[in-house]
């Protein structure tokens, strides 16, 4: 049986892509510092082995019995890249880089990098050159995240030899549900603020394009590559994505679905300028390529996407767990507040009225899982 190394398994993507892998026979090695905790990933955590370590420690060891690796650890959207610029380079292009060099010199076969259709990104107003992208076509991206992934892209697809068969998909904005599940995606956003709001807020008037698609074909993507022709991937980028969509017609299709369960949700418009991405890209190499082709509808991944927010008890949707961006600030903060003073409840070495130790009358209350 073939072991694939997956760094990032336990994150918004790899909570999907372990189960896809699992399912098709593969056994699985996962590497996460898991930031979201282990909850979410509770229902693989008995099938695979775990290494909870930092992507930017990563050595040979990390790659015993395995024959593949997938990277889609990192920072992963642009709020989050520019909280911290620092750890942003680290690990989306110092980590990435050295992740690729160190299998290669494992003899693994093959490797896929994470990147981002971001990349192509021109934003508003740049109608004349407002045209549909493919992965040959020039990109000079300004945003932290997008720059740290093409930085990381040249470097590892340039070890392609005969022996390592490196590749990157460039990733259009996914949505639809996952364990670890993210309300900072556009179409997750509009049935977040649909189900807790009762409106999907559309800003810039929805005139920006967007490629999009579901992070179960996504993980199918994943599969597909690991399972073809090495020659068919060697060095080779592919933008994934299902279709490009304006974020206005994206808006109507996720509230007449909603409506077809019952949610009714008005949508709130607001035309002031902002700061928004805008870029259309073209699927056409994967399907030329491997045969790839999306399989889920923005329709299908809500009606899915709230039957599993019902299930799971997902809607505290306020909570910073589901906000990339909000749960790193908290993390940091409580890092500064434990360093200052060495602990939060429990006082070491303090001795109650009874005579007990602080650590014989510890008692540590059940927090509610997610």
């Not at 997938?70 to 380079?89: C, H, K, M, V, Y």
């Not at 990104?121 to 992208?133: A, K, N, S």
């Not at 076509?137 to 490196?166: C, H, N, Q, R, W």
Request: aromatic share 8%; net charge negative; proline share 4%.
């Amino acid at each position: 049986m073939k072991k694939v190394l997956v760094v990032g398994g336990a994150g918004y993507v790899g909570c999907i892509l372990i189960e896809e892998l699992l399912a098709k026979g593969y056994s699985v090695k996962v590497l996460d510092r898991l930031f979201f905790g282990q909850d979410p990933a509770k229902g693989f955590l008995d099938r695979v082995e775990l290494v909870v370590e930092d992507m930017r420690e990563f050595n040979e060891s990390h790659l015993d019995d395995c024959s593949a690796v997938i990277n889609i650890g990192g920072l992963s959207n642009d709020p989050t890249a520019e909280f911290n610029p620092r750890a942003n380079e680290e690990l989306n292009t110092t980590a990435s880089i050295r992740v690729a060099e160190v299998a290669k010199r494992a003899g693994i076969e093959r490797l896929i990098f994470a990147s981002t259709c971001s990349i192509y990104d021109r934003g508003v107003g740049e109608e004349v050159r407002d045209v549909l992208l493919d992965e040959e076509s020039d990109v000079d991206p300004k945003a932290a995240y997008a720059t740290s992934k093409l930085a990381a892209e040249g470097p590892i697809l340039s070890m392609a030899d005969d022996s390592f068969a490196p590749m990157a998909f460039r990733k259009g904005t996914i949505f639809g549900f996952s364990p670890r599940m993210r309300y900072d995606l556009v179409v997750n956003a509009f049935v977040k603020d649909a189900l807790s709001k009762g409106k999907l807020s559309v800003h810039y008037g929805g005139a920006m394009w967007r490629p999009l698609i579901d992070v179960k074909d996504v993980a199918r993507a994943y599969v597909m590559a690991l399972e073809s022709d090495v020659g068919l991937i060697r060095g080779q980028i592919f933008n994934l994505t299902a279709g490009n969509f304006r974020i206005s017609e994206l808006a109507l299709r996720v509230q007449r679905a909603l409506r077809d369960l019952g949610v009714e949700a008005e949508l709130d418009v607001d035309f002031s300028y902002r700061l928004v991405r805008s870029y259309r890209v073209s699927g056409q190499k994967i399907l030329r390529t491997l045969g790839f082709e999306p399989r889920v509808s923005v329709e299908e991944s809500v009606e899915h996407m709230v039957h599993e927010i019902d299930r799971h008890g997902y809607r505290d949707f306020s909570h910073p767990r589901y906000y990339n961006i909000e749960w790193m600030k908290l993390l940091e903060e409580s890092v500064d507040i434990a360093r200052t003073h060495g602990y939060v409840l429990t006082k070491p070495d303090f001795t109650d009225a009874s005579g007990l130790s602080s650590e014989a009358s510890r008692v540590r209350p059940e927090l509610p899982a997610r």
